[in-house]
């Protein structure tokens, strides 16, 4: 069986281990379960009770004894179905008191702030926050985010697009014969002197954001309002004196 599967649904370890060795021993004690998971009794108590208020597992009473099976497979799905509701539920509850924690934040928030971003969901966050501006302005880009995690950037260039965030790109030289521009943005080229490793910048409001994405992913990011006027005006030179359509 896929354990994996069970384990991306929100299942811990020793949940995915008790309910595989039910679904192999059909109803058992404790005693069994034990036998068969290796985990102490007093933690498989506590796991059959999270599977039973999950509605995977149930129980019978014989004798004062109680023997434990799975519920049908099907449950798997209402309880994906439930979680998934609780989440758009929790969603909703939360985008209600976003203002005033934003609020909150910004007025605590020091002048000059910087924050260091590691493997895909340190990128993905950046990526998310590029969408509460209007306008990013990209230096050296590659492409490598719709490349490499196309999925993710499908859905999010979507809403990009539907919240009109304008890209001002300044792409690659390698990339000229193989590039259109997407929808809201505009691409110029760097010199093929200006290829090496897979850095980019990306300034946003008063963001300077430094990507890395070789083999480790990285992102390095400075907001300062200072800082972000004066690569704004990097940007402008290279794209006015430097990028080529």
Known sequence: MQLELLRKIGLSEGEVKIYTALLDLGLSPINKIHERTGIERRNIYDILNK????????????????????????????????????????????EKIIPEITKRFKFKKSLLNAEVYR??????????????????????????????????????????????????NILRYELKKETKPMQLEQVKFLPKEFSGNPTVICIYGDKVVNFLYGKDLFGFLIESKELAENYKLYHKYLWNNVATD
């Open 51 to 94: 599977l039973i208020e999950r509605g995977l597992i149930t129980y019978i009473t014989e004798n004062k004894k109680r023997s434990f099976q799975i519920t049908h497979p099907r449950k798997i799905i209402g309880y994906i179905e439930e979680k998934k509701y609780n989440l758009e539920k929790t969603k909703k509850e939360l």
């Open 119 to 168: 493997n895909i969901e340190g990128i993905k966050a950046i990526w998310e926050d590029t969408l509460n501006y209007k306008e990013a302005y990209w230096i050296g880009s590659g492409r490598y985010v719709p490349k490499r995690f196309p999925y993710f950037f499908n859905n999010w260039n979507r809403r990009r697009i539907k919240l009109k965030v304008k890209w001002f």
